[in-house]
């Protein structure tokens, strides 16, 4: 009622009856001699006594939540909702086969999966409004988060087989500085890793052509229409129409990373998440 201001849509959130709603706001208002709300206007409104109660309403709720937690817990019932975050393009790793493992062994628990950059997911993290991320580390993460580091490999230069670079077996961002380049859009985790590595030797990068879809980029490469800067996996998975070539000073490296909050998870589904995820990762 506090949240709403109206019975019919309190009673539609907590799915009862709107009768019933009134019924129990009724009795309490008995029990401690006080009304609670006042309904002379439109809208319902919490009266002076109300908003004093208020907090000691949700602490109620809240202990009650934590108690059966821990019944479910102790039990080894884990059920509830988790929150996961991914940034784009985390390939090789396999996450829709982490997350389906996971369900079969807690069926009870539901999962949502929302894509973002990484800078967004680490603040998910911190805010509490994701339980576990995987994400591009382009720095140290907060002090307040931990992270299990699931890929590091260098970014390699890639090329079409007929380009004139194609031989060569080494190359610097000078030697490439006035080429074409084919890339991921500004903001995107790649990108910022490219510009960096740029900026790190004094150039800018001439971006030609953007594409959201890594293996779109790798198809633009390939047709020998600009040069590209990505991970070596990537240029491997397309070797039949890219070659990789290794890119001399400033080696950038991607680090890939599963991420979550120093202190734990706050519910036991989110921390048997984690425990599952810290163990499956090494092997997919």
Do not use: N
């Not at 009870?108 to 994400?135: H, P, Q, W």
């Not at 580091?149 to 230069?157: N, P, Q, S, T």
Request: a neutral charge.
């Amino acid at each position: 009622m506090a949240e709403e201001a109206s019975f019919t849509r309190a009673a539609a959130r907590v799915h009862v009856a709107q009768p019933g709603v009134s019924a129990q706001i009724r009795r309490l208002e008995r029990e401690l001699g006080q009304e609670l709300l006042d309904r002379s206007g439109r809208g319902v409104r919490l009266t002076a006594a109300g908003a004093a109660v208020l907090p000691y309403a949700r602490a109620a709720l809240r202990a009650v939540t934590g108690a059966r937690l821990a019944v479910d817990e102790l039990t080894g019932l884990v059920r509830g909702h988790v929150a996961v975050g991914v940034a784009p393009s985390c390939p090789p790793l396999d996450l829709p086969a982490l997350l389906a493992e996971f369900r079969r062994d807690h069926p009870a628990v539901e999962i949502t999966l929302s894509e973002s950059g990484s800078g967004d997911l680490l603040e998910g993290l911190l805010a509490g409004t994701l339980d576990m991320a995987l994400v591009w580390l382009r720095a140290a993460p907060p002090p307040t988060i931990e992270v299990q580091v699931a890929v590091d490999e260098e970014l390699v230069v890639a090329v079409g087989h007929d380009d004139p670079l194609a031989t060569e077996t080494t190359v610097t961002l000078e030697a490439i500085r006035k080429r074409a380049l084919v890339g991921l859009p500004k903001g995107a985790d790649l990108r910022c890793l490219v510009d960096e590595a740029y900026a790190a030797a004094g150039l800018r990068p001439r971006i030609a052509f953007e594409t959201g879809d890594p293996r779109v980029l790798a198809e633009l490469t390939g047709q020998g229409l600009g040069v590209a800067i990505v991970p070596a996996s990537l240029a491997e998975a397309h070797a039949a129409s890219l070659r990789a070539i290794t890119l001399a000073s400033p080696r950038p490296r991607r680090r890939i990373a599963l991420a979550w909050r120093a202190e734990g998870p706050g519910s036991p589904a989110a921390r048997a998440l984690v425990t599952h995820a810290r163990a499956t990762l090494p092997r997919l």
